[in-house]
């Protein structure tokens, strides 16, 4: 079965180059939902990159699933090929991690 064509028209980050810069991104309450937003509009992301930096298991669900990625500490995983417009970390605050994606 082919899946088409697919496209991206932009990049997203836990941080706009604006801000200041940090190493990674931490959760600020348990079970944080990070919508992908660009200027106020919920984006798909077709391409995902999350990089685990902290000393657990770091698990996150993609907004769109039921299911859970799960990612050793020190370990990264692409979640490509899908439409994605966010993700839920589980888990306590004061996780820390980077993500990075294509969106459309």
């Known amino acids: 079965m082919s899946i088409g064509n697919l496209y991206s028209s932009g ?5 706009l180059a604006t801000d200041t810069l940090t190493e990674y991104y931490t959760t600020v309450e348990e079970d944080e939902v990070i919508m992908f937003v660009v200027d106020g509009e919920t984006r798909n992301l077709n391409s995902l990159f999350i990089e685990n930096v902290g000393t657990g298991i770091l698990y996150i669900k993609p907004y769109e ?3 859970v990625i799960t990612i050793p500490a020190g370990d990264s995983c692409s979640y490509d090929l899908i439409k994605c417009s966010g993700i ?8 820390i991690f980077r993500w990075s994606g294509m969106c459309y």
Request: charged share 5%; net charge negative.
């Open 65 to 67: 699933s039921d299911y």
């Open 88 to 95: 839920q970390v589980l888990g306590s605050a004061g996780q």
């Open 11 to 15: 990049f997203i980050s836990y941080q």
